[in-house]
């Protein structure tokens, strides 16, 4: 017998939404994170109107509630983009960027998870995972059995290297292959004595990838990403790009993490197993967002829950799949699409296409990254 209807693994972006619709229909439902929050997590912190969209439709949060509540930090309806260090486009939005500190956007969802009744377990990691009989193993001896699994564990997600290793063929070694890998430094406005209260991107610092610059009330978040197997040394990279910007090295104290980056899983489902987020490979291969993303797999793994309770006979994994591929995939199909166009071109023609195609078409990007 199942102790539990569902366990969520992660309780991160995809992981709160998933633990609360499926609390919201009356299922035993346990949701438990390796950490203890509010817990450190790096992250440039960018919500989309669409992000805000879905935060509204499952949490009935809207902006004044997120300004009032502390949750946003900061926002701007203004970018520019760079090529190293000569601009090539610059856009007045009609809608604004968000921006949070994951630390304390996790944290307040979460306590809106516990508010309404979900049993959570917080530092309890699993280590291991019994595919076939939905059992999970926890680092301090535990079993944990449930009709249905969500892994929302992230980029390196126990659950989905089990997944992948059943699989074989060397899943699990291409997805690891196609990853990214970030870095980050948050430093306060003070030490840089900066009034910058838009973002900027910058291209032609790293391939396949990119730098940006992140506003925030009390700080500038200052990263760069891009994925593992086009570059080299990321950190050297990153102090490179630092010099770029003028930032001073001996103020920025940085840190890395890996981040999917065009390598999503068409069906990251097995049996009563479900992967949502970043666990999934979920974040979008032009810009990185990922929360939203994060939200809505979390939202269409809940739904198909759902369905296989109120439907013995679903087949959960083509179901499942399906709903990807409609909500998630095409999406993402689309800016890998861009990317390719954008990023596997010879250095010096780099700055024109994107000077070019930016002019172009750049109003119409901002509408897709937003929507």
């Known amino acids: ?80 983009i760079f090529y190293r260090d000569k601009q090539v486009y610059e856009h007045q939005m009609d809608s604004s960027f968000f921006y949070v500190y994951r630390s304390v956007y996790d944290n ?90 838009h973002p900027q991107i910058y291209y032609g610092v790293i391939n396949w990838g990119y730098g940006w610059v992140f506003p925030k009330e009390d700080a500038l978040v200052i990263g760069m990403g891009g994925l593992k197997n086009k570059n080299g040394n990321i950190s050297a990279l990153f102090q490179e790009y630092l010099k770029l910007l003028g930032v001073n090295l001996e103020k920025a104290e940085y840190s890395g993490w890996p981040l999917p980056y065009g390598n999503y899983l068409r069906r990251p489902v097995y049996k009563n197993i479900f992967l949502t987020g970043d666990a999934a490979g979920f974040a979008e291969p032009v810009t990185g967002e990922g929360i939203y993303y994060a939200h809505k797999s979390g939202a269409l793994a809940a739904k198909t829950i759902l369905q296989a309770v109120k439907y013995p006979g679903l087949d959960m994994e083509e179901f499942y799949s399906n709903l990807l591929a409609e909500h998630i995939i095409k999406r993402l199909d689309k800016f890998n699409r861009i990317r390719g166009f954008l990023c596997a071109k010879p250095r010096p023609l780099q700055r024109f296409i994107f000077s070019t195609g930016l002019r172009v078409f750049g109003r119409q990007l901002t509408k897709m990254v937003q929507e």
């Open 1 to 80: 017998m199942a102790d539990y209807d569902v366990v969520v693994v992660g309780a991160g972006p995809a992981g709160v939404v998933t633990a609360y619709l499926l609390g919201r229909a009356n299922l035993k439902i346990l949701l438990i994170d390796k950490e203890f929050f509010p817990r450190k997590k790096l992250c440039a912190g960018l919500l989309t109107t669409k992000t805000i969209g879905i935060l509204k439709d499952i949490f009935n949060l809207d902006l004044e509630i997120l300004f009032q509540d502390g949750v946003i930090n900061y926002s701007s309806d203004y970018y520019r």
């Open 108 to 197: 307040y969802l979460l306590e809106l998870v516990k508010d309404s009744g979900v049993e959570v377990k917080e530092g309890l990691r699993v280590n291991n995972l019994d595919l076939e009989n939905n059992r999970l193993f926890t680092v301090d001896g535990q079993e944990i059995r449930a009709r249905f699994i969500v892994a929302a564990d992230g980029a390196n997600s126990i659950i989905r290297n089990k997944l992948l290793e059943q699989r074989g063929d060397g899943h699990r070694e291409r997805f690891y292959d196609n990853m990214a890998i970030t870095m980050e430094a948050i430093i306060p406005r003070e030490d840089l004595n900066s009034r910058l209260d």
